[in-house]
């Protein structure tokens, strides 16, 4: 027992001053002032499986992604990045605090247009962390973590809001592309906001009920554009003495797929890959703008996804063209988004900061996206504490970012759910699936992957071969550890060391 605390105490020593070796060469040996610390951008797009770029394998002769490739080629690529949920409001809330979705009120599906606020004003979030260290900080784009205290009600001041969790600056579609309210929000009130009066409510050419708030309704083929001039103009204000925190999510490549006049037709797969050369160009737009600036050098710029890609391969809609047209936008993933499976939480995940990280490198460690939270931390030099309710499932994952070597997996292990409740835990190369939807639900979606599973997916990465019956081992270890992980209320440290045995 002695040794095994001792073996245990000495992994955390290794890993912390790990963390002090990776900030030195940042840093100088001291604190920076906030000042001389790294902007950040992180560009979270939305329904865009890990197959759906050129650097994870995309033909490029169905679509083209020179511009997001630009981050591959001028830093790192993961090729095992996750997403905490296989669907959106809950791996943005984890992504945010750090924190997994599922610990919240919020067990199963996702957040409605009118829901309140999701991240308590009390929870620290990366925002109001790097606040604290000088930053200003702006949220444009898609926010789908609700606003106020009980039913949003579009016609007052939505508050408490992204400026009460440590934003200075917000633009934002409420919910979805397409949603059912149908206007921009801006800091605390919708744009251009008439009257408390709601008009006559309507639908939408793809059949969305519209609130009928009176305001300007967007334009479906126009948002990105404007989300996008939006994030330039804000990053364009006169310079200041203190480093940005631009967290920009755009709506591409949700449903409905609405792309502009200038990518309308440009792809070989239909509507589905010219919505993704919408986001492509968006991206343009943003890393040219920090070329111009001249602060790409003092920038790390984080691009990633909120969940697999959406999948259909019968039918006439936009994806089910694309796939006969011979995209596989999950890659070799099985599944899709909403799925349990590796295809709903495999993303592209592309990293990149001259200097620091190494230009068209590729990085296979496991991570996710609850990850940012203390790895942002530790960039800034305010490294997570275990006895705080603070960011409880982030794990530091900088010394991936920067190729720092190190013997054991950063995270050792990752818990995943799908918006039927669904957990799934990896450790090592195995992955345990529960199989079982949150009790909360009477009619639970995905019906076929409520079973128990268990899959090793260095031998079998597609999922094709389920062995929960031949390794019953394994499978007790990953369900007590999973269960230790809920019981604890987060990724305890405590359980570490003994997660990887046999």
């Not at 939480?345 to 990850?371: S, Y």
Request: glycine share 8%; aromatic share 8%; hydrophobic share 35%.
């Amino acid at each position: 027992m002695r040794n095994e605390l001792n073996q245990a105490l000495l992994r955390l020593l290794i890993r912390s001053w790990l963390s002090v070796l990776v900030m030195l060469p940042i840093l100088g040996g001291s604190i920076a002032a906030a000042a001389d610390r790294p902007n950040i951008v992180i560009i979270l797009a939305d329904d865009l499986g890990y197959g759906s770029l050129n650097s994870y394998g995309a033909d490029v002769s169905l679509i083209h992604t020179p511009n997001i490739d630009r981050l591959a080629m001028q830093g790192r690529r993961f090729t095992d990045a996750n997403t905490p949920s296989s669907v959106c409001s809950p791996t943005r809330y984890g992504l945010l605090t750090g924190r997994y979705d599922w610990r919240t009120n919020q067990k199963h599906g996702v957040i409605n247009t009118t829901d309140p606020l999701h991240i308590e004003t009390s929870r620290s979030t990366i925002a109001s962390v790097l606040k604290s260290a000088g930053y200003r900080n702006a949220a444009i784009g898609k926010w789908h973590l609700g606003y106020g205290t009980g039913k949003a009600d579009f016609t007052k001041p939505l508050t408490p809001g992204p400026l009460d969790i440590g934003f200075d600056y917000h633009f934002a579609v409420p919910q979805n592309h397409g949603d059912a309210s149908g206007v921009y929000v801006r800091n605390r009130q919708v744009v251009g906001l008439r009257s408390g009066e709601n008009v006559a409510a309507g639908r939408s050419p793809y059949g969305r009920d519209y609130m009928g708030i009176d305001a300007p309704q967007r334009v479906d083929e126009n948002v990105m554009d404007e989300l996008t001039t939006d994030a330039i103009g804000w990053l364009e204000e006169p310079k200041r003495d203190e480093p940005f925190f631009l967290y920009f999510a755009p709506v591409a490549i949700h449903f409905p797929y609405t792309p502009s006049e200038e990518t309308s037709g440009t792809s070989g797969t239909g509507l589905y890959g010219d919505w993704i050369h919408e986001l492509d160009r968006s991206v343009d737009r943003i890393l040219d703008t920090l070329d111009r600036m001249k602060v790409a050098d003092d920038t790390l710029v984080i691009f990633t996804s909120d969940n697999g890609g959406v999948l259909m391969t019968v039918g006439e809609r936009p994806e089910a063209e694309a796939f006969r047209a011979g995209l596989r936008p999950n890659g070799q993933w099985r599944g899709r988004k909403h799925s349990i499976y590796e295809g709903g939480f495999r993303v592209p995940f592309l990293v990149r900061w001259p200097g620091h990280v190494a230009p068209g490198t590729v990085c296979d460690e496991t991570i996710n996206l609850v990850d940012m939270y203390a790895t942002i931390a530790a960039l800034i030099a305010q490294p997570v504490s275990p006895n705080k309710e603070i960011a409880e499932d982030s794990f530091n994952v900088l010394p991936a970012f920067l190729g720092v070597p190190h013997e054991e997996p950063l995270r050792p292990s990752m818990i995943v759910h799908s918006p039927n409740g669904n957990y799934a835990i990896r450790s090592g190369p195995w992955k345990y699936i529960e199989g079982q939807a949150s009790p909360t639900l009477k009619r639970p979606s995905q019906r076929d992957e409520l079973h128990a599973q268990l899959y090793n997916l260095q031998d079998d990465p597609g999922e094709q071969n389920n062995v929960v019956d031949e390794h019953p081992g394994i499978r007790k270890r990953l369900a007590s550890l999973l269960e230790q992980h809920r019981k604890s209320g987060r990724s305890s440290t405590s359980v570490l060391h003994r997660e990887n045995s046999p």
